[in-house]
């Protein structure tokens, strides 16, 4: 790939410019954490339980 800010080329996966200090963005990351979100219904799971 090349810098779109000053023509440098760069390896395919460089997320800055050494050159120019352009960033790009960052590829794909992986699906958004759910972990949260289950965790928190486990706890809420856990103190809510009644007994
Ligand atoms: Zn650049």
Do not use: H, V, W
């Amino acid at each position: 790939m090349e810098c779109y800010n000053c023509g440098l080329k760069l390896p395919a996966d460089a997320d800055r410019c050494p050159r120019c200090g352009q960033r790009f963005k960052p590829r794909e990351q992986g699906p958004a954490p759910a972990e949260k979100t289950s965790l928190s219904d486990r706890i809420k799971g856990l103190f809510g339980k009644p007994q």
